[in-house]
């Protein structure tokens, strides 16, 4: 047995202790993501001397920093020199080739963390502090949830198949990125984006900065009063559940049915509450962050499921996303 393991007994407090002290882990992540100790290892594996030069860091900060990212698999420790894990040079060394989450991380400690020091007031009361996007705050928050998005679409596009489709329809999203993955290696594929003003701008850059535009529409529009195009075999509804209130819901979802041809399928993506025996911590942790910042619900995957029923929609399964929200797929009637 190896002379620092920890195997914590059922009865015991470990399980308490690793919870509690959880914020500790999150603080010095998002430290050594904004110091660049990810991106000085993406140059080679380093002592902490060379972290220090690489970093500017003050060699007791990099030690601190390496050690607490090796305890938790970020980087490994060999011999006194530490490396980017698999994980940290994919996603966080600023060269991996995949979606780059240091602006997540820079949203989530910038902006939701100081929401999180006031959650015990947030639960007495179930009502968001003032969110505060002002100066270079709306960039920060901007940046972190785009980027959370496009991993989102990155992991949708690696579980469901994409190319059996000709047109699809992204009601009321956020983000761009999700027609993007759906569209890039399906040449035959066409897609539309309807949502406000708001988020057309920001899917329009996207999609022509990807080479997309001569397959993509985007309208402006009310996702809940707007006249909707028909015909589309695929309609996604991605991160919209959360944002709006129950009857808002019912309205997006029958209007997304009245958009769909005959057969057509429904990928409905979001962060759920579910009656199983575990509950992913994943979606029971967004609940209360979309609670803290600006009070929007994750709902229970019964009550969405029953939505998409009454509107005439025949929900087929549900899929975890790594690392994600879960989409239910349903069909239409």
Do not use: C
Not at 101 to 128: C, M, N, Q, V
Not at 159 to 187: C, I, K, M, T, W
Not at 196 to 225: C, Q, Y
Not at 278 to 293: F, K, M, T
């Amino acid at each position: 047995m190896p002379p620092h393991s920890d195997i914590p007994a059922p009865d015991g407090p470990s399980r308490i202790v690793d919870v509690a002290v959880g914020y500790m882990a999150a603080k010095q992540l998002f430290a050594a993501s904004e110091a660049g100790l990810f991106a000085a290892l993406a140059e080679g594996p380093a002592t902490v001397a060379e972290i220090s030069a690489r970093t500017g860091l003050p060699e007791r900060t990099a030690r601190i920093l390496g050690d607490t990212m090796a305890s938790l698999d970020l980087v490994t420790r060999t011999d006194g020199v530490y490396a980017n894990s698999p994980a940290t040079a994919r996603y966080l060394s600023g060269g991996g080739g995949d979606v780059d989450l240091r602006p997540f991380l820079g949203f989530l400690d910038a902006i939701s963390y100081g929401h999180w020091l006031g959650f015990g007031e947030t639960t007495r009361t179930a009502k968001p502090a003032p969110l505060d996007l002002g100066g270079e705050r709306l960039g920060t928050f901007m940046t972190g949830v785009m980027t959370y998005n496009a991993l989102h679409a990155k992991m949708l596009a690696q579980a469901y198949d994409f190319s059996r489709h000709q047109r699809v329809l992204d009601l009321d999203g956020l983000s761009g990125a999700f027609l993007a993955e759906a569209l890039g290696p399906n040449p035959g594929l066409h897609g539309t984006f309807y949502s406000t003003e708001h988020m057309t701008g920001f899917a329009k850059e996207f999609l022509d900065g990807a080479g997309l535009g001569d397959r993509t529409e985007v309208i402006t529009g009310d996702p809940l009063t707007g006249e909707l195009p028909t015909g589309f075999d695929l309609v996604l509804l991605e991160h919209v559940a959360h944002r709006h209130d129950v009857a808002e819901n019912r309205v997006i979802i029958r209007k997304a049915r009245e958009a769909a041809a005959p057969g057509a399928t429904l990928i409905l993506l979001d962060f759920f509450l579910d009656d199983d025996e575990h509950q992913r911590p994943l979606d029971a942790l967004h609940a209360g962050e979309y609670l803290v910042i600006d009070g929007t619900i994750v709902y229970p995957e019964a009550e969405v499921r029953a939505w998409l029923t009454e509107a005439g929609w025949h929900p087929v399964e549900t899929r975890t996303l790594t690392a994600s929200p879960r989409i239910i797929i349903a069909e239409a009637r």
